[in-house]
């Protein structure tokens, strides 16, 4: 996640694969390396939780996912059955990721304003841009907020940049997606989400970048909310 002043994104991956990931711990820094790529996590961050219990905010909204989701679950009977509901159950699990992040922000800051997409509620994630983008101005000098959130089993994606493919929480992947909303048209969600980024990395506000999980249990319930603060380079990011 990114923070900026007093704005925050999210992101959601679907579907994926991550494989040759490898863990080691260095410097107060927990250290993903995926192929010729790799993230760091800020292990202090106020921001990583492992024990977050859910509030009455998104509660309906997540209980209908989660419903639709087990009915698709349970309605797979052979390969036809499977492909025909698959596609169902990886976007119930896409967005009960992205309101469960989002119930997790707004305890963690209550006055963030969702810039990017209108509603989490109806919205559908598509590569290209972050899943939310939210702007918290107070106290000053407020922060930005970038946020991957996945739901279920669902990895980090990554973004293919020349030879080279950048995971989702690399300043490489976070400056593409930037460029690829800031050239939108004026009056789109991810014009001005762009738009407020770009201006706190002029203004020096700070910018964060989480990554957040629901995992769900078979029984069709929300198990467990992960969520870690990604630590990205400020200083590449604003000359990206």
């Known amino acids: 996640m990114f923070e900026v002043g007093s704005l925050l994104f999210v992101e959601r991956s679907i579907i994926g694969g991550i494989t040759n990931m490898q863990s080691t711990i260095s410097s107060g820094l927990t250290q993903q390396v995926w192929g010729s790529q790799c993230w760091h996590s ?37 390969e036809e059955g499977y492909n025909a509901r698959i596609g169902n159950i990886n976007q119930q699990s896409a967005k009960i990721g992205e309101l469960v992040a989002d119930d997790f922000v707004r305890s963690k800051r209550p006055n963030a304003k ?23 101005e107070e106290p000053p000098p407020g922060e930005i907020i970038i946020v991957e959130a996945k739901g279920g089993s669902s990895p980090l994606g990554s973004r293919k940049l020349g030879n080279m493919a950048y995971q989702q929480g690399t300043t490489e992947y976070a400056t593409e997606i930037v460029s690829l909303m800031d050239s939108k048209k004026y009056g789109t ?10 201006s706190a990395i002029q203004d020096g506000i700070p ?24 630590d990205i380079d400020i200083g590449e990011f604003r000359n990206g």
């Not at 990583?48 to 797979?76: V, W």
């Not at 990017?116 to 702007?135: A, L, Q, R």
């Open 42 to 78: 800020i292990k202090n961050s106020e921001l990583n939780t492992s024990d977050y219990e859910l509030t009455e905010k998104n509660k309906a909204k997540i209980d209908e996912c989660l419903k639709e989701r087990q009915e698709a679950m349970d309605a797979r009977y052979g």
């Open 114 to 136: 969702l810039l990017h997409p209108k509603d989490i509620g109806t919205s559908i994630s598509k590569p290209g841009d972050f899943d939310m983008v939210y702007e918290v």
């Open 189 to 198: 969600t991810e014009k001005a989400a762009a738009n407020s980024i770009n």
């Open 207 to 230: 910018i964060r970048y989480v990554h957040t999980q629901a995992e769900i249990s078979s029984s069709g319930k929300v198990s467990k909310f992960i969520a870690k603060e990604f």
